[in-house]
């Protein structure tokens, strides 16, 4: 008899384990569609809709500017989320967050433009734009939770990396709709109207992911841990990961960085660049994102699976090194306007440098925390590593840019970011092969982790 109960609990267990992971990747599916639209929509629209300038390059940095303001509000997402995702439970948090992401994207789709109602345009989509960085400030902390807290063990990356796949997935909806409807329609009649249906379409995407979202069970974990009495519950979760875990937030910005330059300098910096430095189609980077998105819901669970079985470290170390090594060559055959090795370095930089430290990024980041302030720790110090290392990214890449018209210093600034996280990553103390993953996991809980 205990034998056929253990069977369905761990029957139960397991299918807790799949909703979970299910419902974290298509909120962020979501969530991802609508912040990366906008980078995508900034490179060929809001410079000369919202911030009209007889220069385009000053143009340019405003919209990359008011894209770096997404980021600004994503730790203040992570602080607010966090608190009440560390009080009352991951489950209602991620409702929230996917709602309040949706309505802020349609609201972009339908907002004016500078010629309609001058400087209320621009004023209005920063705004806008500020409330999709809150919401998905939130997000990744209590999707990554949810599907971390509810693995099974030394299963914990393959079954969080629906978190990053749902990246790549937007990703390639986002593109793919921006690519559909430029080659559709005329460039009078898309920078007139063509460019709102993407993010009018955010509405259907919401209502599905809040459906999903609606039936899935709280974390097991939390509920464990935490205490459905609330016994375990800490008054400001954010001062007690920061009293208890300082070097964890230092750890998570520098392992971000080589993520973050990879892909935005890619998919959003390189899109721009390309276009109005070096007179190539605009079809060509919008076709890479769409190849890069596609290629990742594949690569990432891939090098998850293989995070599980022979260890995060030696995939974060090989995925950084290969950021650091395909800097210049992405840059020398941009400036060869030369397609194959365009998309051969687009490639390396975003499916196997960017998708191998993102696809252990949930179970390495959380394990810095105990579960009583997990979702505040690992939120906030994500968020707030998205603002040092991601979100003016191209803004800082088209002002190094602006400097002498070379592309020299942007390589560095590139393979800078990637050498950090190869020295970070390489000394850490990581999670080893899933045989031993289940004491690395206790270690973690309790905010262990620690440079060699």
Same mark, same amino acid.
């Given at each position: 008899?205990?034998?056929?109960?253990? =069977? &369905?609990?761990?029957?139960?267990?397991?299918?807790?384990?799949?909703?979970?992971? %299910? $419902?974290?990747? *298509? +909120?962020? #599916?979501?969530?991802?569609?609508?912040?990366?639209?906008?980078?995508?929509?900034?490179?060929?629209?809001?410079?000369?809709?919202?911030?009209?300038?007889?220069?385009?390059?000053?143009?340019?940095?405003?919209?990359?500017?008011?894209?770096?303001?997404?980021?600004?509000?994503?730790?203040?997402?992570?602080?607010?989320?966090?608190?009440?995702?560390?009080?009352?439970?991951?489950?209602?948090?991620?409702?929230?967050?996917?709602?309040?992401?949706?309505?802020?994207?349609?609201?972009?789709?339908?907002?004016?433009?500078?010629?309609?109602?001058?400087?209320?345009?621009?004023?209005?989509?920063?705004?806008?734009?500020?409330?999709?960085?809150?919401?998905?400030?939130?997000?990744?902390?209590?999707?990554?939770?949810?599907?971390?807290? =509810? &693995?099974?063990?030394?299963?914990?990356?393959?079954?969080?990396?629906?978190?990053? %796949? $749902?990246?790549? *997935? +937007?990703? #390639?909806?986002?593109?793919?709709?921006?690519?559909?409807?430029?080659?559709?329609?005329?460039?009078?009649?898309?920078?007139?109207?063509?460019?709102?249906?993407?993010?009018?379409?955010?509405?259907?995407?919401?209502?599905?992911?809040?459906?999903?979202?609606?039936?899935?069970?709280?974390?097991?974990?939390?509920?464990?841990?935490?205490?459905?009495?609330?016994?375990?519950?800490?008054?400001?979760?954010?001062?007690?990961?920061?009293?208890?875990?300082?070097?964890?937030?230092?750890?998570?910005?520098?392992?971000?960085?080589?993520?973050?330059?990879?892909?935005?300098?890619?998919?959003?910096?390189?899109?721009?660049?390309?276009?109005?430095?070096?007179?190539?189609?605009?079809?060509?980077?919008?076709?890479?994102?769409?190849?890069?998105? &596609?290629?990742?819901?594949?690569?990432?669970?891939?090098?998850?699976?293989?995070?599980?079985?022979?260890?995060?470290?030696? #995939?974060?170390?090989?995925?950084?090194?290969?950021?650091?090594?395909?800097?210049?060559?992405?840059?020398?055959?941009?400036?060869?306007?030369?397609?194959?090795?365009?998309?051969?370095?687009?490639?390396?930089?975003?499916?196997?440098?960017?998708?191998?430290?993102?696809?252990?990024?949930?179970?390495?980041?959380?394990?810095?925390?105990?579960?009583?302030?997990?979702?505040?720790?690992?939120?906030?110090?994500?968020?707030?590593?998205?603002?040092?290392?991601?979100?003016?990214?191209?803004?800082?890449?088209?002002?190094?840019?602006?400097?002498?018209?070379?592309?020299?210093?942007?390589?560095?600034?590139?393979?800078?970011?990637?050498?950090?996280?190869?020295?970070?990553?390489?000394?850490?103390?990581?999670?080893?092969?899933?045989?031993?993953?289940?004491?690395?996991?206790?270690?973690?809980?309790?905010?262990?982790?620690?440079?060699?």
């Amino acid at each position: 008899m205990s034998n056929v109960i253990a =069977s &369905a609990q761990q029957l139960q267990q397991n299918r807790q384990a799949r909703k979970a992971a %299910v $419902g974290s990747f *298509v +909120g962020a #599916v979501v969530d991802w569609y609508d912040f990366l639209l906008y980078g995508i929509t900034a490179a060929l629209v809001f410079n000369t809709q919202f911030f009209p300038s007889t220069n385009p390059t000053l143009g340019t940095l405003a919209a990359f500017g008011t894209f770096g303001v997404g980021f600004l509000f994503r730790p203040l997402g992570g602080i607010v989320f966090g608190h009440f995702g560390d009080r009352l439970g991951r489950k209602r948090m991620l409702v929230i967050t996917v709602v309040m992401m949706g309505v802020s994207t349609a609201c972009i789709g339908l907002l004016p433009s500078y010629a309609s109602i001058g400087w209320y345009a621009p004023l209005a989509l920063v705004l806008l734009r500020a409330l999709q960085g809150f919401a998905v400030g939130g997000e990744w902390g209590g999707a990554a939770l949810m599907a971390v807290e =509810s &693995a099974p063990a030394g299963k914990k990356a393959f079954y969080s990396s629906g978190v990053q %796949v $749902g990246y790549g *997935v +937007g990703l #390639v909806l986002a593109t793919g709709i921006v690519s559909i409807l430029t080659h559709t329609l005329d460039n009078d009649a898309f920078l007139s109207w063509g460019w709102r249906i993407p993010f009018l379409l955010s509405i259907v995407l919401v209502l599905v992911a809040l459906w999903i979202r609606s039936t899935m069970d709280e974390s097991q974990e939390f509920m464990r841990t935490v205490g459905q009495h609330g016994e375990r519950k800490v008054k400001l979760p954010v001062l007690t990961a920061l009293s208890k875990n300082p070097k964890s937030f230092l750890l998570i910005i520098a392992l971000r960085m080589a993520e973050m330059f990879t892909m935005y300098i890619v998919t959003a910096f390189a899109l721009s660049y390309s276009t109005k430095n070096l007179g190539m189609s605009r079809d060509l980077f919008l076709n890479i994102g769409l190849l890069v998105g &596609a290629v990742s819901c594949l690569t990432i669970p891939l090098f998850a699976l293989a995070a599980d079985r022979i260890g995060q470290k030696r #995939v974060y170390v090989t995925g950084a090194l290969i950021g650091l090594f395909s800097a210049v060559p992405f840059f020398l055959a941009m400036e060869a306007r030369s397609i194959l090795w365009i998309v051969v370095f687009s490639v390396l930089l975003a499916n196997i440098a960017h998708d191998m430290v993102v696809s252990v990024q949930q179970p390495l980041f959380t394990e810095f925390f105990g579960a009583e302030y997990r979702y505040s720790g690992a939120g906030v110090g994500y968020q707030f590593a998205s603002v040092v290392c991601g979100g003016f990214t191209p803004f800082i890449a088209t002002a190094l840019l602006g400097v002498d018209g070379s592309w020299h210093a942007v390589a560095a600034y590139l393979a800078g970011g990637c050498l950090l996280s190869v020295i970070v990553s390489a000394r850490m103390k990581m999670a080893p092969a899933a045989p031993q993953s289940a004491s690395t996991v206790n270690a973690g809980a309790q905010g262990k982790t620690s440079l060699v």
